[in-house]
């Protein structure tokens, strides 16, 4: 019953920044970004529980934040390039097992398209 809602998302050039944000309503656990590219699977980059956990995918170049007062997560993106284009979703409800497994959590938003351009 947790409502993810996710923003930020949009169009730049490689190697630019993006920030991301995933607003909760009601929720105080453990929350993760994901992304799913056309054609491929969903694929975990980050999470945050009391520290953050970064999936392979993240590689050294993305960070993952949480404002508790404002119930919101957020995911930084920088050196960004075509392989990160993808929808993003925030995901929430962990139930255990791997956080940058997409079967383990249980609440989804509908996520942010990121498009990255040359």
């Known amino acids: 019953q947790v409502r993810l809602t996710e923003s930020g998302g949009g169009s730049v050039q490689t190697g630019g920044s993006l920030k991301l944000s995933c607003a909760a309503s009601?929720?105080?656990?453990?929350m993760g970004w994901f992304r799913q590219a056309p054609g491929k699977e969903r694929e975990g980059v980050a999470a945050?529980?009391?520290?953050?956990w970064y999936c392979d995918s993240a590689k050294g170049r993305f960070t993952i934040g949480r404002d508790r007062a404002k119930n919101t997560m957020y995911l930084q993106m920088r050196r960004l390039n075509a392989d990160d284009t993808a929808m993003y979703f925030c995901?929430?409800?962990?139930?255990?097992?791997?956080?940058?497994?997409?079967?383990?959590?249980?609440?989804w938003g509908q996520g942010t398209q990121v498009a990255i351009s040359s």
């Open positions: 995901a929430a409800d962990h139930q255990g097992g791997s956080l940058c497994s997409a079967s383990d959590w249980n609440s």
């Open positions: 009601g929720y105080s656990g453990c």
């Open positions: 945050i529980c009391e520290g953050e």
